[in-house]
């Protein structure tokens, strides 16, 4: 029979194409990485790697089997959190990390419904982007994320999610802009105009929001706003722009190609040591009827 460490050497061998590397991403000493997979494979009578210099290859038969492993592994890892979280404090302090696809007006409206159901918890509200946010959950203990959902069968790290629905996105430049008097804009006139883009955006999809030739990548969402005002287009959150445009800051672009908003998928993600937590049960059911009563 095998036990988590046989299988767990294995991935991280498997993931790491060496026994050294798979040793230190286990913090286990590499001559113990290897005896676990050579238990593996004289137990079941498989060869699982082949050595070629420093580099374990994985062999056909590894290839095989990965997934199914990988999968018992993450299963392992989230009972284990599990039975460590099973007597839990009050949450006090939480770390709402998001990216710049998530609307202000989200951010705004669920602070004040945490505030009024859950008093005794401070909500900090840091902007990350995407990549950065998974790494910080899967090592942060007080820390949860909504934003822009890209789902997989098999996500690099393990964490409860629950599909909020869609953020609209639409395309905007300053009322004096030529684009502005411009019933139908073509794709081709917005590749060949400044577009301000925020850095989140980009890092987070840069095929959907990179469109123009003379493209800007800004920031801060504020220094956007304030270069939007004088030249060149952006696509933001209508949540975000709306206030601008009733203003007569701002003016939505028809884009010919566009016909529809663009629709951004959003998500809550939570590390599973936090699920059992009632502040974080409360914070779930808040967003929840947010998104059936603002999403899409």
Excluded at 50 to 58: L, N, Q, R, S, T
Excluded at 204 to 226: A, K, M
Aim: glycine residues 4%; hydrophobic residues 40%.
């Amino acid at each position: 029979m095998f036990s988590y460490e046989h299988l767990a050497a294995y991935c991280a061998t498997f993931e790491e194409g060496s026994y050294s590397k798979a040793g230190r991403k286990l913090n286990k000493e590499r001559t113990t990485v290897r005896e676990q997979i050579k238990i593996l494979e004289d137990t079941f009578n498989v060869e699982l790697f082949y050595i070629e210099g420093k580099k374990a290859i994985p062999t056909q038969e590894a290839e095989s089997l990965y997934r199914q492993a990988k999968v018992l592994v993450k299963n392992s890892q989230l009972l284990y959190e599990r039975m460590q979280d099973a007597y839990k404090k009050q949450l006090e302090v939480l770390t709402v990390y998001h990216d710049a696809l998530v609307p202000s007006s989200l951010i705004a409206e669920i602070n004040q419904l945490v505030r009024a159901q859950i008093p005794g918890m401070r909500l900090n509200w840091l902007q990350r982007n995407r990549d950065e946010v998974l790494d910080i959950l899967a090592r942060d203990t007080s820390s949860i994320a909504i934003m822009q959902s890209k789902l997989k069968s098999l996500p690099e790290h393990s964490f409860r999610y629950i599909n909020l629905g869609t953020s609209l996105h639409n395309v905007y430049c300053h009322s004096g802009h030529t684009l502005a008097n411009t019933k139908n804009v073509h794709l081709d006139e917005l590749e060949m105009t400044t577009q301000y883009l925020s850095e989140n955006h980009h890092n987070s999809n840069p095929e959907l929001f990179s469109i123009s030739t003379d493209l800007r990548l800004v920031s801060s969402t504020e220094v956007l706003l304030e270069l939007l005002q004088h030249d060149g287009w952006s696509i933001l959150s209508k949540s975000l722009a709306d206030p601008l445009v009733k203003q007569g800051v701002l003016v939505e672009i028809s884009v010919n190609e566009l016909v529809n908003s663009l629709r951004i998928p959003l998500s809550f993600y939570c590390p599973p040591r936090l699920e059992g937590f009632h502040e974080i049960q409360v914070l779930e059911e808040i967003l929840i009827h947010y998104a059936k009563a603002g999403f899409t």
